[in-house]
């Protein structure tokens, strides 16, 4: 029977990747873990411990207790954040995985997953169908933190055999966590301002173009990555995953179909020239060949469910 760790379960992904495992493989076998409070649904679902991923004592001790053979790693300060604060980002993104990565090979774990995201790619990184290997030149601290992440991934698989799993994530969108200070955040914003509101001020310019993903397809492609054969994972650092690609100004003309009277203003802020450095799109085409990565959210269907999901929270 897998035993799995959550790390970061409060978080954007961790807080539906948690219970969607637990349906998986039992309430009882999934422990979720953050540095802070979590959902009841999670507290009180299955096993929860706060825990600080930088500690590791306690980590090598929440893991030896509750005999751990998978970990899921999402504790990160992301990009938007992390620019106010690099060298605090850093020490805590990388020191956080490589803690994860000792633990996994001192306790021979059968594997462990670690998101990345396109903060990978810079601005000389072509833009448009961005390729799975490419030039990859990030100018983020949270960027560069992940860079060195999935190099450090591929190390220890090579060097260590540890079997380690990634994403590049594009933009992660979903009513039930609000955003938590990305680059993309404003995909998330724009819902529950135009269900407040009516009026959104987006911090990028209106045809800022970038790759997202509603979470459900995120969710799955992620179990998807982990649950594949090892033999059918031929990229060690990390998968690039593309979702769908629109501007603020294509979801703020989505949105409007269902609220007519929904304005969007633009006041462009130092998340722009974040933006500008990463792709457009994105070629999955190596995940989908590798393990079957498939999406089913359009922008017509993510805009649908966002706005009855946002608005059943606020009734």
């Keep these: 029977m897998e035993k799995i760790l959550v790390i970061g379960c409060a978080g954007q992904i961790g807080s539906e990747l948690t219970l969607e495992l637990r349906k998986l493989y039992g309430d009882e076998n999934v422990v979720a873990t953050d540095i802070k409070p979590a959902s009841k649904e999670i507290t009180e679902g299955g096993p929860f411990e706060i825990l600080d991923v930088l500690d590791t004592h306690r980590l090598f001790g929440t893991v030896s207790r509750n005999k751990i053979t998978q970990i899921y790693h999402l504790a990160a300060i ?52 961005t390729p799975q290997f490419t030039v990859m030149e990030p100018n983020t601290v949270y960027g560069i933190s992940k860079l060195a992440g999935e190099r450090w991934l591929e190390y220890y698989y090579q060097r260590y055999g540890v079997d380690s799993r990634s994403l590049r994530y594009p933009g992660l969108i979903s009513y039930k966590t609000e955003a938590g200070g990305g680059t993309t955040d404003y995909a998330v914003e724009i819902f529950y301002e ?44 990390s998968y690039n995953v593309a979702g769908i690609s629109f501007s603020p100004k294509e979801l703020a003309a989505a949105i409007k179909k269902y609220i007519p009277d929904f304005q969007i203003t633009y006041n462009p802020d130092f998340r722009q020239a974040i933006a500008d450095s990463w792709p457009k799109s994105i070629d999955d085409s190596v995940a989908a060949r590798d393990w079957g990565l498939k999406n089913t959210f359009d922008l017509k269907r993510m805009t649908e469910v966002m706005l009855k999901g946002v608005k059943e929270k606020f009734q």
Aim: hydrophobic share 45%.
């Design 78 to 129: 992301l990009s938007g954040n992390a620019e106010k604060k690099p060298l605090a980002s850093w020490h805590i993104n990388m020191e956080s995985l490589l803690n994860v990565l000792e633990m996994a090979r001192e306790l021979n774990l059968k594997r462990i997953f670690w998101p990345s995201s396109i903060a990978v790619f810079g601005p000389t990184t072509p833009r448009v169908d």
């Design 194 to 237: 135009a269900v407040r509101n009516g009026h959104y001020e987006c911090f990028l310019s209106e045809n800022t173009h970038l790759p997202m993903m509603f979470m459900d397809d995120a969710i799955k492609a992620t179990i998807d990555v982990m649950e594949a054969d090892a033999s059918k994972i031929s990229v060690r650092s």
